[in-house]
C-alpha cells in the first residue's frame, strides 16, 4: 500500500531560526513529490515539486531535497517569517497515469517572535 | 481568476438532512476533486472526475454523489447527512490531473453534524 510519513508531526521554532521537515514514501512506482503550504483557514497551495532526476530545488527560502534511493525528501525553511507558521504537506504521486496522489498528514509548524 | 471557488465556507446540518457543496473553477481544469481533511488524518480524496460526465470514487466515497455536467462546476451531494461527516471538505482541480500537475485547492467549507 502506497503510504507516505512526515515528521515531525508538530514544530514550534523561533522567528529567525532555520528548520527541517521530513518525508518518508513507499509510493512505487515513483513519479513525482510535492510538498503543499497550507495556511490556517485556507487550502494548500504548491510550493514545489521535485522529480526522480532533482536533488534539490529552491524556491525562495524554500529548499526541497529528494532521495530517490532511500524515498525521502526533506523541506528546510531558512530564516523563519512568522508567515512560515503552517502545516506543510507532502504529496506523492505515483507514475503510469494515477489520478490519486498519495498524502501525508503533514507537519505543523509555529514560528514565534 | 477566481480559481476554485467554494460555498458556503460554513455550514450546520443535522442527521439525516441532505444538502450539496459547491464548486466551481474558472481555469479550464479537465481534473477535479474533492477531499475531505479530519484532524491527524491528512487529506483523504472522496470522488474525482477527469472531465466533463466522467466521475469516478476515491478513498473515502461512502454517503457521498458527484455529478460533472460542465467543466467549470463539479458539485458534492451528501444524501443522509451523519455526524462522521463532519470535516473541512476541499475541492480541488488540475490541468489533466496527472502527474506532474499541480493541485488548486479551494479554502475549503466546514461542515458539522448534529
Known amino acids: 500500500k502506497n503510504q507516505v510519513e512526515q515528521s515531525p508531526q508538530s514544530l514550534i521554532i523561533l522567528e529567525g531560526k532555520n528548520c527541517t521537515l521530513q518525508c518518508n514514501y513507499t509510493v512505487s512506482p515513483f513519479s513525482n513529490l510535492r510538498w503543499y503550504k497550507q495556511d490556517t483557514g485556507r487550502g494548500p497551495v504548491s510550493l514545489t515539486i521535485m522529480t526522480f532526476s532533482e536533488n534539490t530545488k529552491s524556491n525562495g527560502r524554500y529548499t526541497a531535497t529528494l532521495d530517490a534511493d532511500t524515498k525521502q525528501s526533506s523541506l528546510h525553511i531558512t530564516a523563519s517569517q512568522l508567515s512560515d507558521s503552517a502545516s506543510y504537506i507532502c504529496?506523492?504521486?505515483?507514475?503510469?497515469?494515477?489520478?490519486?496522489?498519495?498524502f501525508g498528514r503533514g507537519t505543523s509548524l509555529i514560528v514565534h517572535p | 481568476n477566481a480559481g476554485v471557488t467554494q460555498t458556503p465556507k460554513f455550514q450546520v446540518l443535522k442527521t439525516g438532512q441532505s444538502m450539496t457543496l459547491q464548486c466551481a473553477q474558472d481555469?479550464?481544469?479537465?481534473?477535479m476533486s474533492w477531499y475531505r481533511q479530519d484532524p491527524g488524518m491528512g487529506l483523504r480524496l472522496i470522488h474525482y472526475s477527469v472531465g466533463a460526465g466522467i466521475t469516478d470514487q476515491g478513498e473515502v466515497p461512502n454517503g457521498y454523489n458527484v455529478s460533472r455536467s460542465t467543466t467549470e462546476d463539479f458539485p458534492l451531494r451528501l444524501l443522509s447527512a451523519a455526524p462522521s461527516q463532519t470535516s473541512v471538505y476541499f475541492c480541488?482541480?488540475?490541468?489533466?490531473?496527472?502527474?506532474?500537475?499541480?493541485?488548486?485547492f479551494g479554502n475549503g467549507t466546514r461542515l458539522t453534524v448534529t
Open positions: 480541488a482541480s488540475s490541468y489533466g490531473g496527472r502527474e506532474g500537475s499541480p493541485l488548486h
Open positions: 481555469m479550464n481544469h479537465e481534473y
Open positions: 504529496v506523492v504521486s505515483a507514475a503510469g497515469g494515477s489520478y490519486i496522489p498519495t
